[in-house]
């Protein structure tokens, strides 16, 4: 197997959070950049990423990387590159693009341009003047940055945040994703008491509970690139193994999750279900104003409701409010909050240790971190 560039695509704020995840896999040689992370692996690895990581949107194999100021250099420069390698005689390949400060700024051009390169290089393998494009999935992207054109083939399929547990996702979901990355900038640990005082459909705490019991995020779904010949389904076998044989059966957790809506605490707990992480996670429905809680170094790990009319504006700072006042008489619980209102730390009543900018979805939001102690080391 030879050595492939691959690249893990992240949302803006969560490239360093993808690149720890990278490390943590054994993964060296990695450049950073704006939304990504690029590293080296093998076919092997596809198959590994895919499945273990938990804050990435997408993993693509780079193809190529030239500088591009006209259709014919674009064509040309796209046809040398091995796509005979990868694509099958039957391949289903579509062309996606994007372009940002460059010449080439007609996307659908570049993409008719980008296609009609691949063609004629799949041309001299499989001597075809017509492709019927009836087998596996490719989605090749073109995207142009300052006149430099990447071309990449999406191994993922589906975005890696439909992990495949969330069969009834709530009103205002987070993704899966940025849920996990919460997780992973806290100091939260498998020892201590995580709690989501509005649990929604229970991402945060089920995106928890398979850090905590090191399930790996894509083990029950599937990816585009196994139906790819290249890559040996014994790869995408081995990998599974692994994971299954990594997940920590033994610890018990204590997560909780309320939510004031009886319909999202059905949906958590069927989310949940679905993993079997009934006895890890204990969701219930009540107001987080009237929930007891022990002043144990616990967790609070949460995405309040936003308010976007003004009455909606008025109920949501006075829960920000009173989730202050909540958590005033709890020296020892870390707070982590992220929303998009940026009077939080006024209304919450305390400025955070640390605020990190992040994205749900297309809306910008902060991530507020309020540190407690540490807990004792027994």
Sequence with gaps: MGSLKLIATTSFGLEAIAKRELMDLGYEDLRVENGRVIFTGTEEDI????????????????????????????????????????????????????????????ISDCQR??????VEKLKTKYKLDWFE??????????????????LTIDTSGEALHK???????????????????????????????????????GTIPIEAAMIGKNIAPG?????????????????????????????????????????????????????????????????FMKDMRDVDLEDNYGV???????GERMGEL?????????LGKKFDGFKTWSIYVITAEEDFEKLYGKKADRK??????????????YYGPRPPKN
């Design 47 to 106: 198959a590994r990423t895919n499945i273990w990581l938990r804050t990435a949107d997408r993993v693509l194999l780079l193809m190529g990387e030239f500088k591009a100021l006209t259709f014919d250099e674009l064509f040309e420069k796209t046809k040398a590159l091995p796509w005979d390698e990868w694509i099958t005689e039957d391949g289903n390949f579509v062309i996606e693009g994007k372009s940002v400060n460059s010449k080439l700024y007609s």
């Design 113 to 118: 341009i980008v296609e009609k390169a691949v």
């Design 133 to 150: 494009k009836t087998g596996p999935k490719y989605t090749i992207e073109v995207s142009l940055l300052k006149d430099i054109a990447s």
């Design 163 to 201: 992990r495949g547990y969330r069969d009834r996702a709530g009103d205002a979901p987070i993704k899966e994703t940025l849920a996990a990355a919460m997780v992973l900038l806290s100091y939260w640990n498998k020892d201590r008491v995580l709690y989501d005082p509005f649990c929604g459909s």
């Design 219 to 283: 083990l029950d779904r599937s990816f585009a690139a196994e139906a790819w010949p290249r890559i040996d389904k014994e790869a995408w076998t081995k990998v599974r193994r692994e994971a299954l044989a990594a997940i920590d059966n033994d610890t018990r957790l204590e997560i909780l999750g309320s939510d004031i809506d009886k319909r999202s605490i059905l949906r958590a707990r069927d989310n949940a279900a679905n993993l079997g992480l009934e006895d890890d996670i204990a969701f």
């Design 300 to 306: 609070v790990i949460t995405n309040p409701p936003y």
């Design 314 to 322: 008025k109920e949501v700072h006075q829960l920000y409010r009173d």
């Design 356 to 369: 990190r900018k992040l994205y749900n979805g297309r809306i910008k939001v902060d991530y507020y971190q």
